[in-house]
């Protein structure tokens, strides 16, 4: 319980001038498509450890609806073999800032297709990941180019990563 003050400090910008739950955020509108590429984390579990880890690449879009939901998928890139992949729903805060994107996700594993198919092909399985919810921040800094701080699975780290915005 000591890691959630820091990963609050990490995650949220210092002041908040104003938090909206109702409207879309400027830097993730409707129809926004974003395409993360997580590439680094910093480990909770044994001390701090900062380094590099296998891939993680989500795509995430907002619908053109009234609410800031998110719908999106995931894939950890395999090494060696495929770790997991899954669909995210997540819902964006608007804060008075324009180029930053708050939000909270819950990925949802696709571990029992994963392990049917690692079974048919001889390779071990690999643990379901339940109750993933995450939270991140992502900052715009031109039409395309956003650096994004995520947090990782059960809150046992952050991962760090770019984004593209596609649309």
């Known amino acids: 319980m000591k890691m ?42 044994s001390g701090f450890a900062i380094g590099i880890d296998t891939l993680e690449f989500h795509l ?24 997991n992949f899954g669909a995210r729903l997540g819902y964006h805060f608007d804060v008075a800032d324009r180029k930053t994107d708050i939000y909270f996700f819950y990925a949802f ?7 049917s198919l690692l079974a048919e092909h001889g390779d ?12 991140g921040v992502r900052r715009v800094f031109n039409r395309y180019f956003c650096m994004v701080l995520e947090t990782d699975y059960k809150i046992s780290g952050v991962l760090f990563g770019v984004a593209i915005k596609i649309l």
Not at 129 to 135: E, G, T
Request: net charge negative; hydrophobic share 45%.
């Open 4 to 45: 959630i003050p820091l990963v609050m400090a990490l995650i949220f910008p210092a002041s908040l001038p104003a938090l909206d739950v109702w409207t879309h955020p400027e830097a993730a509108e409707k129809n926004s498509l974003f395409l993360d590429v997580h590439f680094s984390s910093l480990a909770f579990e």
């Open 60 to 83: 995430d879009y907002m619908p053109p609806i009234p609410l800031p939901f998110s719908l999106g998928v995931y894939l950890k890139a395999p090494n060696p073999n495929l770790k």
């Open 109 to 115: 594993d696709f571990g029992f297709l994963r392990n």
């Open 124 to 135: 071990e399985e690999q643990p379901l990941r339940l109750y993933d919810f995450r939270a």
